[in-house]
């Protein structure tokens, strides 16, 4: 057997099953990463969130949140608006799955906008 065909052939064992997960998650995270976050997927994402929400929102406040979904999704807004109403009605509702979500809340404080300089 040469020295190629030694190489190619998949090695058995529990370190070698161990040691390729790392590889295949850090490949498969990197491929996800590098998706271009665009106003389409970003409101997909924001109308899953508020999926999550509709069964405790009256249907006022459902409305307003589509709209204001919708009116990002036109570009009219910015993506801190209905991140901001999201967030308002999860401090509402805080056993909500959707309350967890990093998106909502991406960065610490200390890196926020600030009003007031």
């Known amino acids: 057997m040469n020295?190629?065909?030694a190489a190619a052939k998949p090695?058995?064992?529990?370190?070698?099953?161990?040691?390729?997960?790392?590889?295949?998650?850090?490949?498969?995270l990197m491929r996800v990463l590098a998706t271009a976050a665009t106003r389409r997927?970003?409101?997909?994402?924001?109308?899953?969130?508020?999926?999550?929400?509709?069964t405790w929102l009256d249907g006022q406040d459902r409305a307003e949140l589509a709209e204001i979904i919708e009116t990002y999704r036109l570009g009219r807004i910015a993506l801190a608006v209905p991140i901001a109403l999201l967030r308002h009605h999860l401090?509402?509702?805080?056993a909500c799955w959707?309350?967890?979500?990093?998106?909502?809340?991406?960065y610490p404080a200390d890196l926020m906008l600030r009003n007031q300089v």
């Open 11 to 28: 090695r058995v064992g529990v370190s070698a099953c161990l040691l390729g997960e790392p590889v295949r998650y850090r490949v498969e």
């Open 98 to 106: 959707a309350a967890d979500q990093v998106y909502l809340a991406p």
């Open 41 to 54: 997927r970003r409101t997909d994402a924001l109308r899953h969130l508020a999926g999550h929400l509709s």
């Open 3 to 5: 020295t190629l065909s």
């Open 91 to 94: 401090r509402r509702f805080p």
